[in-house]
C-alpha cells in the first residue's frame, strides 16, 4: 500500500525515529503500524516503549465511593471549557451516585436505568444536560469495583481529572496506601498487575523483537538467549505495576512496599481522558470555505 505523510507522522510520534527511517519501516512492512514499530525498534531505531495514543478527546474521569463499592468512569464533551463548569461537575456526582447504586454491567445498560432508580432514564437525564451546557457530552466507560470491610479502596484525580485511577488493596484498610499505590499508577502507566497477566503472545513478541535487536546488534548467537531472557525483565519491569519501582521510594519495587503494610494489590484501573480515541483533524481552509458558501 501506499506510504502516506500521515502515516509517516503517527509512526515518528510512535517512535520518535526520523523520518526517512519511519518511511522506510512503512514501505518494508507494507504500512502496517505495529510491524513498522517492531522493524524501527530491531534496528535499534525506536525508543523501546511506544509512545501512548495521541490525547485528543476532552471531559473528565471521576471515582464515586460508597462503603464497600466504588466506581470510576469517564464522561467526554466537546471542549475542556466545559470540564469546569458546576453543571458539568454535579452531572459527574450524580452519574457517579447511580453507578454504585445500581450497578450497571455495560454503558448501554446503565443508559437504560432510571437515575438513582427512578423518575427518568439516565440517558435523558444526559441528554437534559446537553441542552443545558450546550455541548454533546457522553458516558463512555465505567468499572464498578467491590471489595470488604478488610480491604480498601485508593482514589486519585489528577489534573483535575484528566487521569482517575482507583485501586483495591487486600489485607489492609489503611486509604494512604491504597492511594499512594493509585498516585503510582497515574504517574507511570503499568499496562498489567504482574507478569503473570501479560498475554502469552505479547510476551513471544517481544521476546523476538529483543532476540533480533541482539542479533543486529552483533552479539554471539549462544549468549542472545540470556541476553533476552535479562531484557524481558526490563520489559516487565516497564509495564507490570507489582514490579515497578515505586515512585515516592525507587529504592524499593510495589509489591515491596505494599507487602511492608501487610497489603496484597487486587486490582487496579487507571483511565485517562481521551486515550485511544483519535482526535477529529480539521483543516481551517476547508472550514472558511464551508462558512463561505452557506
Known sequence: MAVTAKMVKELREKTGAGMMDCKKALTE????????????REKGIAK????????????????????????IFEVNAETDFVAKNDQFKNLLAELGKHLVKQKPATVEEALQQKLHGEGDTLEA???????????????????????????????????GGRIGVLTVLEGTTDESVAKDVAM??????PKYLSREDVPKEEVDSEREVLKQQSL????????????????????????????QEFVKDPDQTVKKYVESNNATVKNFVRYEVGEGMEKREENFADEVMGQVKK
Open 48 to 71: 523501546a516503549a511506544k509512545k501512548a495514543d495521541r490525547i485528543a478527546a476532552e471531559g473528565s474521569t471521576y471515582i464515586e465511593v460508597d462503603g464497600n463499592t466504588a466506581a
Open 216 to 243: 543486529n546488534e552483533g552479539k554471539p548467537e549462544h549468549i542472545v538467549e540470556k541476553m533476552v531472557e535479562g531484557r524481558l525483565g526490563k520489559f516487565f519491569q516497564g509495564i507490570c505495576l507489582l514490579e
Open 125 to 159: 437525564y444526559i441528554t437534559d444536560a446537553i441542552a443545558k451546557i450546550g455541548e454533546k457530552i457522553s458516558l463512555r466507560r465505567f468499572t464498578v469495583a467491590e471489595k470488604t470491610d478488610n480491604d480498601a479502596f485508593g482514589a486519585y484525580l489528577h489534573m
Open 29 to 40: 512492512t507494507d504500512g502496517d503500524m505495529d510491524k513498522a514499530v517492531d522493524f524501527l
Open 184 to 189: 503510582h499508577v497515574a504517574a507511570v502507566n
